[in-house]
């Protein structure tokens, strides 16, 4: 999710007449919403969405590959608001079943959008408000990460992450469960996030790609700079890091 008053938008619509409509009126009414990619099929979104960052999907219906709904099971997370844009009526019920912020019909007017993406704007501030405020929390008090993962939020203990890896605006968190298994968690927030919240209790950026827990550095590869974990995992060091690595490290 973003802070401030800006969300980022998705548009997947399957006629570029009806994507330019939208794009023109959302940047004349609704100049909080950036819109950051768009998509002309359903098979074309499930294939780039999981490494896109963003908020909101303004959806229209029938894909002509699939229909939203077809794509919307396919979906490996849900962590966003939807507001559909269709020229057919009979798939409201079935659009709030999926917890729709607005079903609108097109032609969109664009009162009509301004007062969806309000709806939508008031959603998602106040549910990152209250995540937020568990978040810190949990970081302070427990020495856990909270982590809303696909459709669940997950605690997981700093000791047993091993790394953390961006992926575009989100973040993998590698971490071991109870039986050392090495398990994969993604989150929302980027990799910068995670450093500020985490550098204070051990871990260290090798990496713009990478975030390290100091208790699972096994050794330092000299050339070039590398990093063994207690996986066997070895890592790069950037090499406009590698003296910080080496200094923070007591090497």
Known sequence: MVAAATIRGVIIEDESLHRDLL????????????????FKSG????????SVAFDI?????????????????????????????????KYAMQAFKVHAVDYLLKPVEGVQLDQAIKRAM????????RYGVISEYS??????????????????????????????NYTDIFHLDACINLLKSTDTHNLKY???KLK???FLRIHQSFLVNREHVSRIIKNPCEIVLSTSLV??????????????LSI
Do not use: W
Not at 57 to 86: A, C, N, V
Not at 122 to 129: G, N
């Open 23 to 38: 794009r023109r009126n959302l940047a004349a009414f609704c100049p909080d919403v950036q819109i950051v990619t768009e």
């Open 43 to 50: 098979t074309e979104a499930l294939k780039s969405l999981p």
């Open 57 to 89: 999907l303004f959806l229209d219906i029938e894909l002509g590959d699939m229909t939203s709904f077809e794509m919307l099971q396919r979906m490996p997370y849900k962590d966003f608001h939807i507001i559909f844009i269709t020229s057919f009526d």
């Open 235 to 248: 890592l790069p060091v950037a090499r406009d890091r590698k003296q910080e690595v080496l200094d923070y």
């Open 194 to 196: 995670y450093e500020e």
């Open 139 to 168: 970081i302070q008090k427990n020495n856990r990460l909270l982590i809303s993962d696909a459709n669940e939020y997950k605690l997981i203990d700093f000791s047993s992450i091993v790394y953390c890896k961006a992926d575009v």
């Open 122 to 129: 008031s959603q998602i501030f106040s549910a990152e408000r």
């Open 200 to 202: 204070p209790f051990g």
